[in-house]
C-alpha cells in the first residue's frame, strides 16, 4: 500500500509537523508517548499500520495544508538514525508541498527585486554553506558579507528561533530576521527587524515603502535629568495609559536605545524602510550585536561606539556542525509555518526594549574641575560646567542667558 508514492528528501523531512486526528492534536515526534496522554504506545501501533493500513486512513494529516490550504493531505512516518519524521504523501512525480503564505512569497520576492536593483545579487531559496540551513532570500553582499532574509510571520518557539541562527551563524550568514508581530518570540532572540503586517499586493509594488519599526537600535549616554542626552530614563519602563509623561532617576546611563526612540537621530535620518535597511546591511553599513543574548542592529559608526565603550563581543564557542541525518530538525526550519503545539511557549508582552549598558549613580560621576583643582559650578540654565558668573554672580553661559530672555 506504500508502493506507489514520492518520497521527501532528507531536507523536507526537517520541515514537518503533524496531526493526529484520533488524538486531535500535533504529534511531538521526539516523546515516547507522542505528545499525547496516555500514548506511549502509539509509535509501534502507527508502524505496525504499514502494509495494511492505506496512508489516507492512519489519521496522521499535514496542519499547515489543513489551516493554510484547506486541504486534507495524509502524512506518514520516516525513520531516520533513530529518529522519526513525517513526510507528505504525494503521488510520484508530484512537487513538494509549500507552506508558505502569499504574503511571504511577497516578501521574499521584493527585498530579492529590490537587493538585485541596488548592485547586490540575490537568490530564493539558497542553501547556506555546509547544506545545514535554507535561506528565504540570499544576498551576496560588499566584502564577502552574506546576508539572509529570513521573513517569519508566524509563530514559532523562542529555542527553535536561536536553533535556526545557530545554524545560519555558524555558517557564516548575517540573518535579517523579518517579524510582522511586535510580541513575536523570535524578538531580540535573533538580529531582527519589524514591519507592517502587510497584504501581498502591496508588499510586490516597489514604490509602496515598508517602515523599519523595530530592530534598529543607537547608542546614547548622558545624565538621566531634563537637561541630560537622555530622552527617557531606560530604567522606567513606558506607560501606555500615560504616554507623555517622562521619568529621570538623576543617574548616568549608556543605553542602547531602539532609533525610534531617539528623537535625535530619527530627525537626523527620517524613516528608515526594509529596502534601505537591507541595502545599507549587505553593504556593511548596519551591523548585528548581541548583548547578553539580545540581538538587534546598529549602524557601523555606532557600532564603533559600541566596540569601544563595551569591548569586542564574545567569541561563540565552537560546535561541530551537524549532519543532515542527525542534525536538528529545527535547524532547518524555513517554513512560515505555525509552531508545533507541543513545543509553542506562550508570547510574553515585553516593555520598552532599551538595553542598559552602564549606570551609575549621581554621586559617582566626576565632578569637572579647573586647572587649580577645583569643581566647576554648573550653569544655572542648562546644568552644564559654566565658569563665568553671569549678572546676579550665578554660573551661567552667555548663549543660555540670550535663550532665556529672548
Known sequence: MDDEFQSDNDEDLYRNPVYYEPAGRNLDLEADDLGVPNGEGLLDVLIRQRKRVPVDKRGLICPDCRDL?????????????????????RKPGDKPISHESDEHLARKERVAKDSEDHGFPADIESQAAGGHARLDVRITGANGIVLGYEPQLSAQTARGMRAREGARRRGGIRSVWDFADPDHTGIGR?????????????????KNPIEIREGNFVLEEGHCNPSGALDRCPNKPYDPKNPTATGYCGEWHRVLVPAYLSSSYAMERGTLTLTQFIVEAAAGERVPFQHDGYYGW????????????????????????????????????????????????????????????????????????????????????????????????????????????S
Open 69 to 89: 490550504r484547506s486541504r486534507r493531505v495524509p502524512m506518514y512516518l520516516v525513520e531516520r538514525d533513530g529518529m522519526w519524521f513525517a513526510s507528505h504523501y
Open 190 to 206: 535573533v538580529p531582527y527587524v519589524r514591519t507592517p503586517d502587510l497584504p501581498a499586493s502591496v508588499i510586490r509594488v516597489q
Open 298 to 405: 546598529l549602524p557601523r559608526q555606532q557600532w564603533q561606539n559600541y566596540l569601544e565603550a563595551n569591548g569586542p563581543e564574545p567569541e561563540e564557542k565552537k560546535r561541530q556542525a551537524p549532519s543532515v541525518r542527525s542534525g536538528d530538525r529545527r535547524d532547518r526550519c524555513t517554513e512560515d509555518r505555525p509552531a508545533s503545539e507541543v513545543r509553542s511557549e506562550p508570547k510574553q508582552r515585553r516593555g520598552s526594549r532599551s538595553i542598559v549598558l552602564e549606570s551609575r549613580p549621581a554621586e559617582e560621576i566626576r565632578v569637572p574641575v579647573d586647572a587649580a583643582g577645583k569643581p566647576i559650578p554648573l550653569c544655572r540654565f542648562c546644568g552644564t560646567p559654566a565658569s563665568l558668573p553671569g549678572p546676579e554672580g550665578l554660573p551661567e553661559h552667555f548663549s543660555c542667558r540670550r535663550e532665556q530672555e
